[in-house]
């Protein structure tokens, strides 16, 4: 079965960029039905999506983010990756991968991501 | 952006009761692209509904979903102890994709 992985780098200072990977076991991230999304949960409040990426390359981030945010595709290691540049404390949050239609159907345990000096 | 408000906030029932949980929306969700997801302490949110009503793989019939527009309504016939948790909608129709703020559905 499918499932995915997120990288735990832990702890990122502020004005750094936070970079997560989410490895993709029993499935290819090449597939063409799916899109690989990144949704963060910060500490106790709801979830924020932020963005996708498919495997043609295209990419949809949301607008609140989309300055600061790269998602790609590593068809190679079956893996795809966030970037969140110049991150503060309010970029403190579980983050999750997850699979989807634009809805996910398949979800990361998540890692969190405390930024602090 | 559009924007979707949960109610209510906290629910109390019982094991065996009906849970009725209410999605509103800003403005029309196109085509009833709106799915729900159920989230246990420290696990990742689990999908349960989209399409408004198609129910995920292996989700029981007792979750059952309604609505169109911007009125949407998750309702769970007879409430199990698992069934305990906070509950998302979430709106696919237009980017970006937003959830509401979620319902907490706790034992009474």
């Known amino acids: 079965q499918v499932q995915l992985q997120e990288s735990d780098p832990g702890l990122v200072k502020p004005s750094e960029t936070l970079s997560l990977t989410c490895t993709v076991s029993?499935?290819?991230?090449?597939?063409?039905?799916?899109?690989w999304s990144w949704i963060r949960q910060p500490p106790g409040k709801g979830l924020e999506w932020i963005g996708y990426?498919?495997?043609?390359?295209?990419?949809n981030y949301n607008p609140s983010l989309k300055s600061r945010v790269t998602i790609s595709l590593d068809t190679s290691k079956n893996q795809f990756s966030l970037k969140l540049s110049s991150v503060t404390a309010a970029d403190t949050a579980v983050y999750y991968c997850a699979r989807g239609y634009w809805y996910f159907d398949l979800w990361g345990r998540g890692t969190l991501i405390t930024v602090s000096s | 952006e559009i924007v979707l408000t949960q109610s209510p906030g906290t629910l109390s029932l019982s094991p065996g009761e009906r849970a009725t949980l209410s999605c509103w929306a800003s403005q029309s969700v196109s085509s009833s692209y709106l799915a729900w997801y159920l989230q246990k302490p420290g696990q990742a949110p689990r999908l349960l509904l989209y399409g408004a009503s198609s129910r995920a793989t292996g989700i029981p019939d007792r979750f059952s979903g309604s609505g169109s527009g911007t009125d949407f309504t998750l309702t769970i016939s007879s409430l199990e102890p698992e069934d305990f948790a906070v509950y998302y909608c979430?709106?696919?129709?237009?980017?970006?994709?937003?959830f509401g703020q979620g319902t907490k559905l706790e034992i009474k």
């Open positions: 979430q709106q696919y129709g237009s980017s970006p994709y937003t």
């Open positions: 990426a498919f495997h043609s390359g295209s990419t």
């Open positions: 029993g499935g290819s991230v090449s597939s063409g039905s799916y899109f």
